[in-house]
Nanobody
């Protein structure tokens, strides 16, 4: 079992920045692919960014590429999402998720491939 706790959400003006953190516990963090996902009211949950267990490969959805950066610190069992140049359309509940994955250069990019989920943190971007 893996427990995930997100933090760092809040209210920010358009153009601002936030950094989300997700702390994992319960089992070894090293062989977990990690991802950030978001869900806006009335919309399906979507993939924002994912990262391989070794941190060497990442994926971003088109709408955030160049503005968001996913990273991880395996020594701290934590994954981060740095969000810059935020837009009102980034407003959503952001979820951290994990799945066991040993591939060095590929992390799953769809929600149903992730087994463990955090409770989510609200990000609101005002215009």
């Amino acid at each position: 079992q893996v427990q995930l706790v997100e933090s760092g959400g809040g209210l920010v003006q358009a153009g601002g920045s936030l950094r989300l953190s997700c702390a994992a516990s319960g089992r070894t963090f090293s062989f977990l692919a990690m991802g950030w996902f978001r869900q806006a009211p009335g919309k399906e949950r979507e993939t924002v960014a994912v990262i391989t267990w070794n941190g060497l490969s990442t994926y971003y959805t088109d709408s955030v590429r160049g503005r968001f950066t996913i990273s991880r610190d395996n020594a701290r069992n934590t994954v981060y999402l740095q969000m810059n140049s935020l837009k009102p359309e980034d407003t959503a509940v952001y979820y951290c998720a994990a799945t066991e994955n040993y591939e060095k250069d590929y992390a799953p990019t769809v929600t149903h491939e992730y087994d463990y989920w955090g409770q989510g943190t609200q990000v609101t971007v005002s215009s």
